[in-house]
C-alpha cells in the first residue's frame, strides 16, 4: 500500500525551529531519492530539498543553510529540520520520492505558518 504520511507543522514565529516527519511505505522510500516540497498559497509545488539513499543532500537556494533533511532507512522515514524559520516558508510541506508529479500519490502534507 501506498502510504505518505507528512506530521510536524506548526505556527512558530520568525526565528524559530520546527521539525517535520514523513513515513513513507517501503514502496516508494527504497532505493529513492527522497525529497521535501512545500506549496505556499496561490504558488506551485517547489522543490525544497532532496536526499539519495546514500545520504547525499541538495537544497534550495531559499533554505539553504538554514533546513536540514535527513532519513532514516530502517525506519522508512525521511526529515526535515527548519531553522531560522522566515515568513516567506509559511506553506504546506509535503515529502515525496524526487521527480514525483501530478499524477503521483501524494500525501495530505504538514501546515507551516511562520508568523512575522
Known amino acids: 500500500q501506498v502510504q505518505l504520511v507528512e506530521s510536524g507543522g506548526g505556527l512558530v514565529q520568525a526565528g524559530e525551529s520546527l521539525g517535520l516527519s514523513c513515513a513513507a511505505s517501503?514502496?516508494?522510500?527504497?532505493?529513492?531519492?527522497m525529497a521535501w516540497y512545500r506549496q505556499a498559497p496561490g504558488k506551485q509545488r517547489e522543490l525544497v530539498a532532496t536526499?539519495?539513499?546514500?545520504?547525499?543532500?541538495r537544497y534550495a537556494d531559499s533554505v539553504k543553510g538554514r533546513f536540514t533533511i535527513s532519513r532514516d532507512n530502517a525506519k522508512n522515514t525521511v526529515y526535515l529540520q527548519m531553522n531560522s524559520a522566515k515568513p516567506e516558508d509559511t506553506a504546506v510541506y509535503y515529502c515525496?520520492?524526487?521527480?514525483?508529479?501530478?499524477?503521483?500519490?501524494w500525501g495530505q502534507g504538514t501546515q507551516v505558518t511562520v508568523s512575522s
Open positions: 515525496n520520492k524526487r521527480y514525483a508529479g501530478e499524477y503521483n500519490y
Open positions: 517501503g514502496s516508494i522510500f527504497r532505493s529513492n531519492t
Open positions: 536526499i539519495t539513499t546514500d545520504g547525499f543532500t
